[in-house]
């Protein structure tokens, strides 16, 4: 059993930067890839960005490629994501998932309870 717990978000302005972390305790995140989405009020969990442990290769989703990066560190057992250029349709809740990946909520097994972005304009 892996649990995951999100921490950075918070209200920014448009234009800023936010790193979230997404740390594992239970176990390490070896053998999984982690994956990040959101889901803002009113709509579906999407996709953002994930990585693979072993590997550390990332995937972005189209949402807000450009402006991310994903990467992780082994000794903390952590994945972090670096957001930039951040605008307010951005603003939701950010969730870190840890399973065999890649872009769809069911191929997650473990769930973070999320952390919320706001974005001010």
């Known amino acids: 059993q892996v649990q995951l717990v999100e921490s950075g978000g918070g209200l920014v302005q448009a234009g800023d930067s936010l790193r979230l972390s997404c740390v594992a305790s239970g176990r390490t995140f070896s053998g999984y890839a982690v994956g990040w989405f959101r889901q803002a009020p009113g709509k579906e969990r999407e996709f953002v960005a994930c990585?693979?442990?072993?590997?550390?290769?990332?995937y972005y989703g189209d949402l807000m490629k450009g402006r991310l990066t994903i990467s992780r560190d082994n000794a903390k057992n952590t994945v972090y994501l670096q957001m930039s250029q951040l605008k307010p349709e951005d603003t939701a809740v950010y969730y870190c998932a840890a399973g065999e990946g890649l872009v769809f909520a069911r191929q997650y097994d473990y769930w973070g309870q999320g952390t919320q972005v706001t974005v001010s304009s």
């Open positions: 990585i693979r442990w072993e590997s550390g290769y990332p």
